[in-house]
């Protein structure tokens, strides 16, 4: 699946600095597909397991008590930093940072223009606040089907009173499938 990046006009908005460097970018950018495809599919096998075990509450519970183990795990077996942010989130400590939000208030534009959020990503390098350059990108989350029970609009009582428990903040329902969910964020050191 080959992915739409997009550079131009976004990254005049961004406030990060922004500069050219000598680096293989579609290189960084097929790394960075792979961490996201083990971290998606390491996540993704414990919660289809958890709702075949235990329905949709189970799968609730992964996410708040394992998605940041595996997410830390694949972090520590690369040279790359990557976590999940949305600008509707769910957990108030996956707040995207400045740069991510222009990002995904673009991933929300571009969506509703008809972007296939599957193929949507953004990548840049910047320097970051301390002088260091940074390859950075970010993929779209569209949401699914099986995505519906807890992120849906019509959630079951027991699974909204589960969700009301584990995140009192929770901002992430309401969606329909083909929604933008949010994104994968990633970061390498150069």
């Given at each position: 699946?080959?992915?739409?990046?997009?550079?131009?006009?976004?990254?005049?908005?961004?406030?990060?600095q922004a500069e050219q460097f000598s680096v293989n970018i579609p290189e960084?950018?097929?790394?960075?597909?792979?961490?996201?495809?083990?971290?998606?599919?390491?996540?993704?096998?414990?919660?289809?397991?958890?709702?075949?075990?235990?329905?949709?509450?189970?799968?609730?519970?992964?996410?708040?008590?394992?998605?940041?183990?595996?997410?830390?795990?694949?972090?520590?077996?690369?040279?790359?930093?990557?976590?999940?942010?949305?600008?509707?989130?769910?957990?108030?400590?996956?707040?995207?940072d400045q740069w991510e939000k222009a990002i995904l208030e673009q991933f929300?534009?571009?969506?509703?223009?008809?972007?296939?959020?599957?193929?949507?990503?953004?990548?840049?390098?910047?320097?970051?606040?301390?002088?260091?350059?940074?390859?950075?990108?970010?993929k779209a989350i569209p949401v699914a089907d099986q995505c519906l029970a807890?992120?849906?609009?019509?959630?079951?009582?027991?699974?909204?009173?589960?969700?009301?428990?584990?995140?009192?903040?929770?901002?992430?329902?309401?969606?329909?499938?083909?929604?933008?969910?949010?994104?994968?964020?990633?970061?390498?050191?150069?």
């Amino acid at each position: 699946m080959k992915a739409l990046f997009f550079t131009a006009a976004l990254a005049a908005a961004l406030p990060v600095q922004a500069e050219q460097f000598s680096v293989n970018i579609p290189e960084l950018q097929n790394e960075a597909k792979g961490v996201i495809k083990e971290l998606a599919t390491t996540l993704g096998s414990e919660l289809k397991a958890a709702k075949k075990e235990g329905g949709a509450i189970a799968a609730i519970n992964v996410c708040n008590t394992k998605a940041e183990g595996l997410t830390k795990s694949v972090n520590d077996n690369s040279e790359w930093h990557v976590e999940r942010t949305s600008l509707k989130l769910r957990n108030p400590q996956n707040a995207p940072d400045q740069w991510e939000k222009a990002i995904l208030e673009q991933f929300e534009s571009k969506a509703k223009q008809g972007a296939n959020l599957k193929t949507l990503g953004f990548s840049q390098v910047v320097v970051d606040e301390e002088g260091r350059k940074v390859f950075r990108m970010m993929k779209a989350i569209p949401v699914a089907d099986q995505c519906l029970a807890c992120h849906g609009s019509k959630i079951k009582p027991e699974i909204a009173e589960q969700l009301q428990t584990l995140y009192p903040e929770d901002k992430a329902t309401g969606f329909s499938t083909g929604d933008l969910r949010g994104a994968f964020s990633l970061k390498k050191y150069l």
